[in-house]
C-alpha cells in the first residue's frame, strides 16, 4: 500500500527564516510526485511535479527536490503570504499500465509571522 | 479561479439521505477525479474517469457511485449517508490519464450529515 508521510505537522516561522519540510513516501513504482499548497477552505493549488531521484524544481521561494525514499520543500526568506497547508502527494503506477489516483499526505501547516 | 467548477458549495442533509455533487472539469481536460477530505484521514481518492469511462478507483464505499457524462461534467452520488460521511469532497481534472502539470482542484463541496 502506498504512503506518505509529512513533516512537521505544523511548522511557524518568522519571516525570512529559511526552512525545510519533510516528505517521505512508499510507493510500488513512482509515476511522479506531487506538492500542493491549501488554503483554508480552498482547494489544493498545483506547485510541482517530480519524477525521478535528483530532480530538483524551483518556484519562487520554494525549491521543491526528490531522493528515493524522500522529498524535501525548501522554503527560502519565506513572507507571511505564503502561510498555508502545504500538501505532498504520490502517484503510482498501476497494473495496467496507467496511473492511480494521487496519494497525500496529511500536510505540513505552515505559518510565517511578520 | 481554477477553471474546474463544483456545485453545490454547501450541502446540508440527514442521516439516510442521498445526494448529487456536480463538477465541470476545466475546458479540454478529459480526466475527473474526485477525492474525500476529512479532519482525521486527509486528503483521500475515490475514483477517477476519463472521457466518460472508469480508469481508477481508490477508497470508494459501496454506497458511493459516479459517472462522467458526454458533455465531461462528472456527478458523485452519496447515499445512505452516515455521519462519518461528513467531509469536503473535492473534483479535480487533467488533460488526460496522469499529468505533467498536475491536477487541477476545484474549491470543493462541504457536506454536512446531521
Known amino acids: 500500500e502506498d504512503q506518505v508521510t509529512q513533516s512537521p505537522e505544523a511548522l511557524r516561522l518568522q519571516e525570512g527564516e529559511s526552512s525545510s519540510l519533510n516528505c517521505s513516501y512508499t510507493?510500488?513504482?513512482?509515476?511522479?510526485l506531487f506538492w500542493y499548497r491549501q488554503d483554508p477552505g480552498k482547494g489544493p493549488e498545483f506547485l510541482f511535479t517530480?519524477?525521478?531521484a535528483g530532480e530538483e524544481k524551483e518556484k519562487e521561494r520554494l525549491k521543491a527536490t526528490l531522493t528515493k525514499k524522500e522529498s524535501f520543500l525548501h522554503i527560502t526568506a519565506p513572507k507571511p503570504e505564503d502561510s498555508a497547508t502545504y500538501l505532498c502527494?504520490?502517484?503510482?503506477?498501476?497494473?495496467?499500465?496507467?496511473?492511480?489516483?494521487?496519494?497525500f499526505g496529511k500536510g505540513t501547516h505552515l505559518i510565517i509571522q511578520p | 479561479d481554477s477553471g474546474v467548477t463544483q456545485t453545490p458549495k454547501h450541502l446540508i442533509t440527514a442521516t439516510g439521505q442521498r445526494v448529487t455533487l456536480r463538477c465541470s472539469p476545466r475546458?479540454?481536460?478529459?480526466?475527473v477525479y474526485w477525492y474525500q477530505q476529512s479532519l482525521d484521514q486527509g486528503l483521500q481518492f475515490l475514483i477517477q474517469?476519463?472521457?466518460?469511462?472508469?480508469?481508477a478507483k481508490g477508497n470508494i464505499l459501496e454506497r458511493f457511485s459516479a459517472q462522467q457524462f458526454p458533455d465531461l461534467h462528472s456527478e458523485l452520488n452519496l447515499s445512505s449517508l452516515e455521519l462519518g460521511d461528513s467531509a469536503l469532497y473535492f473534483c479535480?481534472?487533467?488533460?488526460?490519464?496522469?499529468?505533467?502539470?498536475?491536477?487541477?482542484f476545484g474549491s470543493g463541496t462541504r457536506l454536512t450529515v446531521v
Open positions: 479535480a481534472s487533467s488533460p488526460s490519464g496522469g499529468s505533467n502539470y498536475g491536477y487541477t
Open positions: 510507493v510500488s513504482g513512482l509515476r511522479g
Open positions: 517530480l519524477y525521478s
Open positions: 502527494a504520490v502517484q503510482a503506477r498501476n497494473s495496467g499500465g496507467g496511473a492511480d489516483g494521487l496519494t
Open positions: 475546458s479540454g481536460d478529459l480526466s
Open positions: 474517469y476519463y472521457n466518460g469511462e472508469e480508469r
